[in-house]
């Protein structure tokens, strides 16, 4: 039986609910590949995943997706971990997009309610002229795994298409990683333009398809759905120390630069002075905090391959290469070039 600190994490460290396992797990089993042995692999124990509301480390996802990766040849794996996503299979969160009224609210639903589903995952909606920008932001450990990245959107995608009813295509799909070789099956899944190479993970959606009815559309339901998701969020939040929510903020912003202390305060509702004191109370830092964070999410993201030593550094807000390879090398004792090498 698995510890509980498997399945709720540590201190600081963000969880998912465990359904999201399941989801990847049930689908590369069906391609064959030994479920026990990824199980293994991502430290996982299928009893307890089974429980509906169970939460396990995304850390222990972003292992499953590793280890999915490294066994099956297809470099396009992700695209089928979401291209048959259904809304049913985010439980609470899925269940209120696919009773509101339009597609556009049911975005909004999921950028309200997305942690629910997981602490780091920041769904931000943004106009421009007739388009909405659909972004999704995740810790650094995840964003750097292409196989996560892809199931991501195209899970995103695909419920959109299944709760409208309707073959939307998106004009635009921005994704974090260089142009492969082969996006045939990127084309025909997603129809529309593919921006690889990305700051962002998003979707573009025409207004038009905002603002379709979604085919299950019940109001009453939808408003008990939201007082209970209400709920459930609040509780989420009781759970999380001052370091949490300022590693959650940090997440969602390394890329851009680091967010000072002034806008993490801002964004958690408080004063400056009074995060500072919250975070001695808990024996922290702001700096300290910023700090873990990177140290903790340098190796994983060099370790995926899919970004040089220079974009690591800049997703984990370092404007100066030198600067990340110094801390590194003070972290970890060699250079992110000598840690990748002993990685193969």
């Known amino acids: 039986m698995a510890a509980r600190g498997q399945l709720d994490g540590i201190a600081g460290e963000p969880c998912g609910l465990a359904r999201l396992a399941l989801m990847h797990l049930d689908r590369v089993t069906q391609l064959g590949l030994p479920r026990a042995e990824l199980l293994r692999a991502a430290?996982?124990?299928?009893?307890?995943?089974?429980?509906?509301?169970?939460?396990?480390?995304?850390?222990?996802?972003?292992?499953?997706?590793?280890?999915?990766?490294?066994?099956?040849?297809?470099?396009?794996?992700?695209?089928?971990?979401?291209?048959?996503?259904?809304?049913?299979?985010?439980?609470?969160?899925?269940?209120?997009?696919?009773?509101?009224?339009?597609?556009?609210?049911?975005?909004?639903?999921?950028?309200?309610?997305?942690?629910?589903?997981?602490?780091?995952?920041?769904?931000?909606?943004d106009t421009e002229r007739d388009t909405l920008w659909v972004r999704v932001d995740v810790q650094p450990a995840l964003r750097a795994l292409r196989v996560a990245v892809d199931a991501r959107l195209a899970a995103l995608l695909s419920v959109c298409r299944e709760i409208v009813g309707a073959p939307i295509a998106p004009l635009c799909v921005q994704l974090p990683y260089r142009r492969p070789v082969e996006v045939a099956e990127y084309e025909r899944f997603f129809r529309g333009r593919l921006d690889f190479g990305a700051v962002a993970t998003a979707l573009q959606f025409e207004d038009r398809d905002v603002q379709r009815p979604v085919t299950l559309s019940d109001s009453t339901l939808s408003g008990y759905l939201d007082h209970v998701a209400d709920q459930a969020v609040a509780a989420l939040s009781t759970k999380l120390t001052i370091a949490d929510r300022v590693r959650r903020t940090l997440w969602s912003g390394l890329s851009g630069g680091v967010p000072d202390?002034?806008?993490?305060?801002?964004?958690?509702?408080?004063?400056?002075?009074?995060?500072?004191?919250?975070?001695?109370?808990?024996?922290?830092?702001?700096?300290?905090?910023?700090?873990?964070?990177?140290?903790?999410?340098?190796?994983?993201?060099?370790?995926?391959?899919?970004?040089?030593?220079?974009?690591?550094?800049?997703l984990l807000g370092y404007e100066d290469p030198g600067a990340f390879r110094r801390a590194f090398r003070r972290w970890h004792g060699v250079s992110p070039r000598a840690f990748r090498r002993r990685q193969r």
Request: positive net charge; aromatic residues 6%; contains cysteine.
């Open 43 to 125: 430290g996982l124990d299928e009893r307890h995943l089974r429980a509906p509301d169970t939460r396990i480390p995304l850390s222990a996802l972003a292992r499953l997706c590793g280890a999915i990766t490294a066994r099956i040849a297809d470099p396009a794996i992700g695209l089928r971990l979401g291209a048959d996503a259904r809304a049913r299979e985010f439980g609470l969160v899925g269940c209120a997009m696919a009773y509101s009224d339009t597609l556009g609210s049911a975005l909004t639903r999921l950028a309200r309610y997305g942690r629910i589903v997981s602490d780091a995952l920041v769904i931000t909606l």
């Open 261 to 314: 202390a002034s806008f993490v305060a801002s964004s958690l509702g408080v004063s400056v002075r009074t995060l500072q004191r919250q975070l001695r109370a808990e024996r922290t830092s702001f700096a300290a905090v910023l700090n873990q964070l990177r140290q903790e999410m340098a190796q994983p993201l060099l370790r995926d391959g899919g970004f040089s030593v220079a974009e690591v550094g800049f």
